[in-house]
């Protein structure tokens, strides 16, 4: 799947798709398995901006938050 794709779906390489046929196309859902709630907050101590996807989700790597912060508006 092309990037410009994954990124605006949030996909990441090995993320699980359903597939279906509609109408004689091919339609992959992407299968949500970790948590999609993500936020900017002020860090209580610094002030600072931080990035937080909830106490479930598993830790990014830098360039996974680069990722989601190029997507910001």
Aim: charged share 25%.
């Amino acid at each position: 799947m092309p990037d410009p794709i994954r990124r605006k779906l949030g996909l990441r390489p090995g993320d699980q798709l359903d597939a279906h046929v509609h109408r004689g196309r091919i339609v992959l859902t992407p299968r949500r398995t970790r948590p999609n709630k993500m936020a900017i907050l002020a860090d209580p101590i610094t002030g600072l901006p931080v990035l937080t996807c909830g106490a479930e989700a598993s830790p990014l790597s830098s360039k996974q938050v680069e990722e989601i912060l190029s997507n910001l508006p």
